[in-house]
């Protein structure tokens, strides 16, 4: 294959890869094979990759180059294959997998497993190892502070303010009429309707409940529903 094919193929075998062994030994394969004629390119695909794939494409590429390296150097004593591409761009390596934020949160863990496994088996410089983990206890300890700073920062919503209940009849009353009046909206000012000044006027002027209103229904009463005759009751009821 020509290089042009070969970091195609190569691309799309990172961007299938998962955790699973079967599948990192299979990339790592074909990174070795083609490292010869085509080792650079084929790094800077594994660092592009590792810029733009998901936040779990790029653990995987971790979990890979783990593997990667202990594979050359078991391969070839006297050559490092990629151990020196990811010892020269370990700090870059590091920020794409864990971002800042919340959003590397997921990886941070696995990431320190890893570098301290490369730290503990020198596997890369120990002092590069060293940076590269100081890079994530700084993205660690910001993580902390503002989980505390948004646990103790108090709530800036208002809250909905409570009207006081009326205990007057007249002024419940004239609230639930409003339910169902056609009244305008407040600020509608010249443009409020008749209807609606009227109401509030008769209601501001209306007297409370006394004795004369309780007379006038009884006379209404009457006028409507007049007393019948307790004879033509009788009469009526004589069915004989």
Not at 186 to 194: C, R
């Amino acid at each position: 294959m020509d290089p042009f094919e070969v970091r195609m193929q190569f691309l799309t075998l990172l961007r299938r890869l998962n955790a699973s062994q079967q599948s990192i030994q299979k990339v790592v394969g074909y990174a070795l094979k083609y490292f010869s004629g085509c080792g650079e390119d084929l790094w800077d695909c594994i660092v592009e990759e590792c810029q733009k794939g998901s936040i779990n494409n790029r653990i995987n590429i971790l979990y890979f180059l783990d593997s990667l390296c202990e594979t050359s150097l078991l391969a070839n004593q006297n050559s490092s294959f990629y151990v020196d591409y990811v010892s020269r761009d370990l700090g870059k390596i590091v920020e794409y997998v864990v971002p800042e934020g919340r959003q590397g949160l997921p990886n941070l863990m696995s990431t320190k497993q890893i570098l301290e496994s490369w730290r503990s088996k020198r596997v890369l410089d120990p002092q590069k190892v060293d940076d590269a983990m100081a890079t994530l206890d700084s993205r660690k300890a910001a993580l902390e502070l503002s989980a505390d700073s948004t646990a103790t920062r108090p709530s800036s919503a208002a809250l909905p303010r409570t009207e006081p209940v009326s205990h007057n009849p007249q002024t419940n009353m004239a609230t639930q009429l409003a339910a169902f009046l056609p009244l305008t909206d407040d600020g509608d000012g010249e443009e409020e309707l008749t209807l609606d000044i009227e109401f509030e006027n008769d209601w501001e002027t209306t007297s409370d409940w006394n004795e004369d209103d309780d007379d006038a229904v009884v006379e209404e009463n009457d006028l409507c529903f007049p007393a019948r005759d307790p004879q033509d009751d009788e009469q009526a009821m004589d069915l004989s």
